[in-house]
């Protein structure tokens, strides 16, 4: 079968204060999925299912199905704090949806094939889709996954720190762990972190996370064990900001199911908008890679 594309595009976007998963930053108008759709079917995707709410939903599905008709298959899945709970009592106080590995557990019913994971507005790459395509249809299976793997330098902004999950391999590129690590900012020729753990000071080189996992459909019961577990620990009163996030599962499945993430490194150029400020770096990138020769002025003309 043929691998899905999974956008995740349910998020509250409370740093940035828009919709931006439906924003326009291409010269055609395009989003920033636009370019992630464009290069996933040039890669052989055929299918793309969206993680949205359904507050915003008839505003999303105008945008984005227009130009998409004929082009690929299209599915949606809607992201609900009482999704998968399973009779567990949601704190009346809470808004904050669960998190990531939550988001993709609800795409348990609509996904019965290999299939990639990509945040709605990260730009990722032709590379890494590319690679991701190669390995969904010849290397993934239930004991092995694979993450794409990102060079530090070029994941963070000009505009303030990032948070980013820093991905350790053994020689076989194997994950080994994955820390998340935040305030992270190069300062003076160095990148540096703020927070709680060691080292301060990360690699340029370092290969993080940005969000593009490959999973077989074995994820799904994988995962909802998982999150019954994490209500009954972290999703009281409480914990009401509390989020069940991929890597939570990644590393559970590589340390007690003892299964493998392959890290498959990137030479792509990541760039999204984590703050306001970001958005005219972006469309000039956007611009650059038109002129160049790398995508249509029009994705979808």
């Known amino acids: 079968m043929e691998p899905t594309l999974l956008i995740l595009a349910a998020g509250m976007a409370s740093r940035y204060g828009s919709m931006k998963q439906i924003q326009s930053f291409g010269p055609g108008g395009e989003t920033i999925m636009d370019y992630s759709i464009y290069d996933a079917i040039r890669a052989g995707f055929k299918k793309v299912v969206f993680i949205i709410r359904k507050e915003f939903a008839d505003d999303f599905k105008a945008i984005v199905e227009p130009p998409l008709k004929g082009k690929i298959a299209i599915d949606y899945v809607y992201q609900d704090l009482k999704s998968f709970t399973d009779g567990y009592q949601v704190p009346a106080d809470r808004t904050k949806p669960w998190g990531t590995a939550h988001a ?20 990722y790459g032709r590379d890494a889709f590319e690679k991701a395509y190669k390995f969904l249809t010849k290397d993934v299976n239930d004991n ?9 330098l070029k994941t963070l902004s000009d505009n303030g720190t990032v948070n980013r999950g820093v991905c350790r391999a053994n020689a076989n590129g194997d994950l080994v762990a994955i820390a ?15 927070d709680d753990q060691e080292p301060k000071e990360l690699p340029m080189d370092s290969q993080v996370s940005m969000n593009f996992w490959c999973f077989s459909p074995s994820i799904f019961p994988y995962s909802e064990k998982l999150f019954n577990e994490f209500l009954n620990e972290k999703g009281n009163l409480t ?34 908008v984590t703050y306001k400020e970001d958005a005219p770096e972006v469309k000039a990138n956007l611009e650059q890679l038109v002129a160049a020769g790398e995508y249509p002025a029009s994705l979808w003309k």
Do not use: H, M
């Not at 019965?112 to 990509?118: D, M, Q, R, S």
């Not at 092995?144 to 530090?152: P, Q």
């Not at 998340?180 to 703020?194: C, F, M, Q, Y």
């Open 180 to 194: 998340e690590r935040i305030n992270i900012a190069k300062k003076d020729g160095k990148i540096l972190v703020d």
């Open 239 to 272: 914990n009401l900001k509390s989020e069940f996030f991929i890597p939570i599962v990644g590393d559970k499945f590589i340390n007690v199911n003892k299964g493998t993430i392959k890290v498959i490194p990137t030479s792509a150029q990541w760039f999204g």
């Open 104 to 123: 993709v557990l609800c795409a348990k019913d609509a996904i019965n094939e290999p299939f990639a994971v990509i945040n709605a507005d990260d730009f």
């Open 144 to 152: 092995t996954y694979s993450i794409i793997g990102y060079e530090l």
